[in-house]
């Protein structure tokens, strides 16, 4: 990210010379409890008694909600919650659409919500789809709070989508009190991911028609590979037994990459940097790349995300390799992509710390 220096963070482990399975979910936790075990007992021993909240910062697609989810494996149990804004905002507006759900929904914003429109203003801009940007944050924070207290007091909070603005990152340095949440330690978690990361993971991916699986043809490809003669482009097949084989499609508008999305980029990096100068509240700093000139130091070779290159020989059959995925970051350093496990173990880590300074 151009102005705020990430740091490196070192994965590599003097005489760990073996090498994990990065895809599996066997391999994973074989990977965390190698490279983060002590942490991660840690983390476990603190959520037997405390909770804390965590506030997830990040670009579109920089990798929030699998973070946190490969986290919460990790520790095991169920002492985590993941809160997408966006999701309650997504299910508040199915949930209007039924007569019985939308009044008990009602009924409870008319005990609850305080702002500055009605609350019958409030669920029309909820219903007008197209605007939902314009929901106001008192009625963001009623939706939240009522999410809260479907999960309860018990269990940590990771919040996905708030602060979502720029007049919300105030709010969100009193979001425990403002919830009636109990004073748990907070933090901001901030994710470097570069554009061009971005923009690559866009114009590669595909969805299956059936399943809605997402893989990547360049970057996370199924084992099912074929070749178009009519558009000369390889494509998917879904391996998910259930589907068939069927042909994973892109979805419209993914040729342009990061393009339609360039405002919602420019406010999640304002966004970023303005919680990244804040005061009083601690900061894990997450990112995805490493300089190639410092990957041998810091990073063992299978931590570094691959990139799959197909070839169809004379025979029709089609081939793959694989090299390390090179790209350039935001202020134009080449670097490697790091697959989603090393930054859970900087993530674990610097979890850890965070929660000891409390």
């Not at 983060?36 to 990040?58: C, N, P, S, V």
């Not at 420019?266 to 000139?293: C, H």
């Not at 390390?324 to 202020?331: E, G, Y």
Request: net charge negative; charged share 35%; with cysteine.
């Amino acid at each position: 990210m151009k102005d705020i220096e990430f740091p490196i963070f070192k994965t590599k482990v003097s005489g760990l010379d073996k090498k994990f399975d990065l895809v599996s979910p066997e391999g994973i936790q074989e990977y965390f409890e190698a490279k983060a075990g002590k942490e991660l007992q840690e983390l476990r021993d603190y959520l037997e008694k405390k909770t804390f909240i965590a506030y997830l910062l990040g670009k579109k697609n920089a990798g929030k909600g699998t973070y946190t989810k490969m986290l919460s494996k990790a520790i095991g149990g169920d002492k985590i919650a993941h809160i997408s804004v966006g999701d309650l905002v997504r299910d508040a507006y199915i949930e209007v659409k039924d007569e019985d759900n939308r009044k008990s929904l009602e009924e409870w914003l008319r005990k609850n919500y305080r702002g500055f429109i009605s609350v019958e203003q409030a669920m029309e801009a909820l219903v007008n789809k197209d605007q939902s940007t314009l929901l106001p944050t008192e009625f963001i924070l009623a939706l939240v709070k009522r999410k809260i207290e479907l999960i309860g007091n018990k269990k940590s909070l990771f919040i996905d989508g708030f602060p979502r603005k720029l007049d919300q990152i105030s709010y969100s340095l009193f979001f425990r009190e403002l919830v009636n949440y109990r004073q748990d330690p907070d933090v901001f978690v901030l994710i470097d991911l570069p554009e061009s990361v971005i923009d690559e993971r866009i114009k590669y991916r595909v969805i299956c028609p059936k399943c809605q699986t997402s893989r990547s043809v360049k970057l996370l490809p199924t084992n099912r590979v074929g070749f178009d003669d009519e558009s000369q482009e390889f494509f998917l097949e879904c391996d998910n037994s259930e589907c068939d084989g069927v042909r994973m499609i892109k979805k419209e508008g993914d040729e342009l990459g990061i393009a339609p999305i360039r405002q919602r980029l420019d406010m999640d990096e304002s966004l970023i940097k303005q919680a990244f100068s804040l005061y009083g509240i601690n900061k894990v700093l997450l990112r995805n790349t490493i300089p190639v000139d410092k990957a041998d130091e810091y990073v063992d070779d299978y931590e570094l995300t691959p990139e799959f290159i197909f070839k169809k020989e004379d025979d029709g059959k089609i081939t793959s390799s694989e090299k390390s995925w090179k790209i350039k970051d935001d202020n134009g350093v080449l670097s490697y992509s790091l697959m989603a496990p090393p930054v859970v173990v900087s993530f674990i880590k610097q979890l850890v710390e965070a929660l000891e300074e409390e």
